[in-house]
């Protein structure tokens, strides 16, 4: 494991981003919140601080990690955007979307965030605390998600902690984060865009900008696209057994939606949105898997969620943390 480090606590005001921005400045690590999940933030300039950020999380290298950016402008200085690419940043920028492009000639994003490729992630977030670190820093600020390699993403500053604690330099606490999943990844590499990972965007908007319908890339047996996306992942520790029905005896609950007529929940059950709501159920779904995790259950019965907006996101991280590991 890294070296140790004194984690500290910053509050969400303008001493903590100023002190935010002189740490990842000075290539320290600081778990920070974004409008999707809490980022685990570095100068992505520098491949010394990048490599903190491997280490905090035990992440393997050859996952690239996702550069922020103030603004399309600062975006455009980094990688190469081409029409579809351009009108996707000025639809859903800043907001949960990561474009994959080819790096540009100026390009500042370090070798190692990018795992080596000659292609970068990039980001514009919405989130007002991350927008004013990002202003504030100056540079790209390379963040994956503040968790453990494999874990849940962590959507707030406990979270953070207790995956991170004594490993990073700060955790700016903003509360719980809004989204609750991650960013829709779209790459724009060779004219016909891919979607790499579904996310905060839910891919009709996509699709509704570009006038056409989206890959999935990996999808069929594909080689992973994106090295980042491993089978096995969102992993708690109980088994995950999705589209359930109801719990059998022993299983944790985690429902979605009304009840059905005689449901008996079990000792430890938590429902993601009593109302069916998509957005409020990607709000709560990585707290609640760990909240269920956290009391011991052999495993965790899920019920069925739609695949409609929202919902190919969350059954994306659900299908992950169901993989064999
Ligand atoms: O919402 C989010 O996207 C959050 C917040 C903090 O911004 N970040 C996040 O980062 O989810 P992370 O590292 O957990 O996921 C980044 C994904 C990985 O699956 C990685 O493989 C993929 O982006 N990725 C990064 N650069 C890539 C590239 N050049 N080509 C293909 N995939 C790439
Ligand atoms: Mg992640």
Request: proline fraction near 9%; glycine fraction near 10%; charge should be neutral.
């Amino acid at each position: 494991s890294p070296a140790p480090r004194v984690t500290r606590r910053l509050a969400a005001d303008a001493e903590g981003i100023t002190e935010t921005a002189r740490l990842l400045r000075e290539g320290g690590l600081v778990a920070l919140p974004t409008e999707t999940v809490y980022g685990l933030a570095a100068d992505a300039t520098s491949g010394k601080a990048v490599a903190g950020i491997y280490a905090a999380k035990e992440r393997p290298s050859f996952n690239p990690l996702i550069a922020h950016l103030p603004s399309i402008e600062a975006a455009r200085r980094e990688g190469m955007f081409d029409a579809n690419a351009l009108a996707l940043a000025k639809a859903f920028w800043p907001g949960p979307l990561t474009l994959v492009v080819p790096i540009s000639s100026g390009c500042t994003v370090s070798e190692l965030a990018r795992a080596g490729l000659d292609s970068v992630a990039l980001r514009v977030p919405a989130h007002p605390l991350a927008h004013a670190v990002l202003e504030a820093a100056g540079r790209p600020i390379a963040a994956p998600s503040a968790n453990r390699s494999g874990r849940v993403s962590a959507t707030s500053a406990a979270h953070v902690l207790a995956d991170l604690d004594g490993r990073i330099d700060a955790v700016l606490d903003a509360g719980p984060t809004v989204i609750g999943v991650e960013s829709t990844i779209v790459a724009c590499l060779d004219g016909a865009p891919k979607l790499l990972r579904p996310g905060g965007v839910p891919r009709a908007a996509i699709e509704g900008v570009i006038g056409r319908s989206l890959v999935l890339a990996g999808e069929a047996g594909a080689a992973p696209v994106s090295p980042g996306l491993l089978a096995s992942h969102y992993a708690p520790a109980a088994q995950v057994r999705l589209e359930a029905e109801a719990p059998r005896a022993g299983e944790a609950w985690l429902g979605f939606g009304p009840e059905r007529a005689g449901f008996i929940a079990p000792g430890i059950a938590l429902n993601l949105s009593p109302m069916g709501d998509l957005a409020e159920a990607a709000a709560n779904l990585f707290g609640y898997m760990r909240q269920l995790d956290a009391q011991g259950p052999a495993a965790i019965a899920i019920a069925p969620i739609p695949e409609s907006g929202l919902g190919e996101a969350i059954n994306d991280r659900l299908r992950r943390a169901a993989a064999p590991r």
